[in-house]
Nanobody
Framework: QVQVAESGGGTVQPGGSLRLSCAASGSDFRSGTMGWYRQATGTQREWLVSQTSGGATNYADYVKGRFTISRDSAKNTVYLQMNNLRPEDTAIYYC??????????????WGQGIQVTVSS
């Protein structure tokens, strides 16, 4: 059984920083593409960034230069470093971790979501 756990959310003042973590656990879990999304109240979930197992990374324009994704594949963990946070970054943040298994398409697993609030 695969479990995905997020941590690191909270409240920060504008201009501040937070680091989110997301770890997948389960027997014989090999991570593929990892990514982060967010959903603000009353809006649809939006994509922020993705990174393949080979390290290819893509960012949405609205976070490029402020957010940085990193990963520890050995621990099946992905991180999101968020700098220069703005009130409009307030949202529930979700991670997505892909599981690779030989001969099968990647299976994606979502974190439970974690609140990030940017407010003075």
């Amino acid at each position: 059984q695969v479990q995905v756990a997020e941590s690191g959310g909270g409240t920060v003042q504008p201009g501040g920083s937070l680091r989110l973590s997301c770890a997948a656990s389960g027997s014989d879990f090999r991570s593929g593409t990892m990514g982060w999304y967010r959903q603000a109240t009353g809006t649809q979930r939006e994509w922020l960034v993705s990174q393949t197992s080979g390290g290819a990374t893509n960012y949405a324009d609205y976070v490029k230069g402020r957010f940085t994704i990193s990963r520890d594949s050995a621990k099946n963990t992905v991180y999101l470093q968020m700098n220069n946070l703005r009130p409009e970054d307030t949202a529930i943040y979700y991670c997505k971790i892909g599981r690779i298994r030989l001969g099968r398409p990647q299976t994606d697993y979502w974190g439970q979501g974690i609140q990030v609030t940017v407010s003075s």
